[in-house]
């Protein structure tokens, strides 16, 4: 039997920034399901690394060499998922930056926001929309774009939320994102393609300096769990681990 045949036997998702923390976690997750996972990565030897240890330890991953920033390599990854499986049931949108600090709107460096935009906005549609014939393909599909409670703009306007320090780069990104997930939602309404947001809470990564006080495997919970969503789950919904938050 062929890999493709042997691939095609599973369900398939790609996600990106997958070579470690959260997003390590969600493809370690969905493959312990059974799910054959893409790992979405830029840098060669840490993806290569990732998938190294995901089969050990019994995940069908693969390497998809993936920068959300670059035409190309987006192109080049929607071809090979396409030659290896022929369809795509899960897209997690997991790769993200902060844009560095300091993020002050008065004092910003207005490239810090352009970069956090760039990747955590723009990567996400570039990869979705690159994807979305392949996730037509499945019966199931789904998106999940990994947010942050930080773009709540309800949480941000909450006395007392904990919606963490002053980031116009970062937080800002994640409110359009969470504008952007809506968008996609509604004009996929009509379809079996379900688009959700999802936080993973204060989670112990590189992004914030390992200071979360949640580790990854917990983090990964809620995006593993919209991935899999039955048929007439939610769309068009932002969650964490505790229910639905509010945009």
């Known amino acids: 039997m062929s890999e493709t045949n042997i691939v095609n036997e599973h369900k398939v998702a790609l996600v990106t920034g997958a070579n470690k923390g959260i997003g390590y976690e969600i493809a370690a997750g969905l493959g312990a399901l059974g799910w054959s996972v893409g790992i979405g990565a830029r840098d060669e030897e840490r993806r290569e690394a990732a998938v190294e240890k995901l089969r050990a330890a019994g995940v069908d991953a693969f390497g998809v060499p993936l920068d959300v920033t670059d035409d190309a390599t987006v192109n080049a990854a929607a071809r090979l998922i ?136 917990q983090g990964a919970a809620s995006a593993i769990r919209l991935a899999t969503v039955p048929t007439g789950g939610p769309t068009g919904r932002f969650f964490d681990d505790e229910g639905e938050v509010p945009w």
Do not use: H, M, W
Request: net charge positive; proline share 6%.
């Open 82 to 217: 396409e030659e290896r499986a022929g369809r795509l049931d899960a897209l997690v949108n997991n790769a993200g930056i902060t844009g560095g600090g300091p993020q002050e709107p008065t004092t910003v460096d207005v490239n810090r926001v352009r970069a956090a935009v760039e990747t955590n906005v723009i990567g996400v549609i570039r990869v979705t929309n690159a994807l979305l014939p392949l996730l037509r393909r499945s019966p199931s599909p789904r998106i999940v774009n990994v947010s942050s409670s930080v773009g709540s703009l309800t949480l941000q306007t909450t006395a007392g939320a904990e919606t963490g320090p002053i980031a116009v780069a970062y937080a800002a990104s994640k409110t359009f994102l969470n504008a952007v997930t809506v968008q996609y939602a509604k004009e996929l309404a009509d379809t079996n393609v379900l688009v959700n947001a999802v936080c993973p809470g204060f989670t112990a990564t590189d992004l914030n300096g390992f200071r979360g006080v949640r580790t990854p495997r």
